[in-house]
């Protein structure tokens, strides 16, 4: 008996080499164009934004985090019309680079604003993939509207003296959101409710947590009472 245990593991040892060098040789010739390596499996690859994401998109998300037009490359892949704006100094250490004019995502608008393409670009994940699943779901309807207070302010974090993340238009604060139907849910009315419309904002809260670096909600401080703030900076916060 022993001995038959042996003889299976020896095979599929081999089966596993075997796949593992099938799998090493054939990436780098994928590369060189001999055939296309799925893009949800190619580490290497841009990510497709309209697709359900998957265990490798966090990773291609960093290639559209460092490169802006690679950014407005994926963005308008998905339909978003994304124009690199010339970078803008306003003085004060707030400089805007990489950022674009945006005013919708995969199906609900926003108001128009200018912001970094790496903020949109995690905004339509967020919007297409978490978002509007969840209002299907808990409302029976989509969202239209994404309400907000902007991304780009030319200013200090609030009670200290470092730079926030609008200095550089890479942060954005979601207010609330209309529903096709004209309903308004806000963030400063709705939060806490044990309500589909609170239901809504904490599906929300959760997902914006999966593509952001900094996640801040009324569970953070009164500051942040009436939106949720997200942005894309050096410190990991959910709250």
């Not at 250490?93 to 949109?120: D, L, Q």
């Not at 974090?157 to 942060?171: C, I, K, Q, W, Y």
């Amino acid at each position: 008996m022993s001995s038959n245990k042996s003889v299976f593991w020896l095979a599929i040892r081999r089966v596993m080499m075997f796949a593992l060098i099938c799998v090493v040789l054939a990436y780098p010739a994928s590369r060189f164009g001999v055939f296309e390596w799925p893009r949800a499996y190619d580490p290497l690859a841009l990510p497709d934004l309209a697709v359900k994401p998957g265990f490798l998109t966090p990773w291609q998300m960093r290639l559209v985090d460092f490169q802006p037009a690679d950014c407005t490359l994926v963005l308008g892949r998905a339909g978003v019309a994304a124009v690199l704006q010339p970078p803008k100094n306003t003085g004060s250490s707030c400089e805007i680079s990489g950022a674009i004019a945006v005013s919708g995502f995969s199906t609900a608008r926003i108001k128009p604003e200018n912001m970094r393409c790496a903020v949109a670009a995690r905004l339509y994940l967020w919007e297409r993939h978490v978002l509007q699943p969840a209002a299907r779901r808990l409302l029976g309807e989509e969202i239209a509207e994404v309400l907000h207070f902007g991304s780009f302010s030319c200013r200090t974090r609030r009670g200290g003296s470092d730079m926030s993340e609008h200095a550089t238009a890479n942060a954005f604060d979601i207010s609330g959101f209309k529903t096709r139907s004209g309903k308004v849910i806000s963030v400063k009315r709705d939060w806490r409710r044990a309500t589909p419309e609170g239901q809504l904002l904490y599906a929300a809260r959760d997902g914006l947590c999966d593509w952001f670096k900094a996640t801040l909600s009324p569970d953070y401080n009164a500051d942040h009472a009436d939106h949720f703030h997200v942005d894309m900076g050096l410190w990991q916060t959910c709250l």
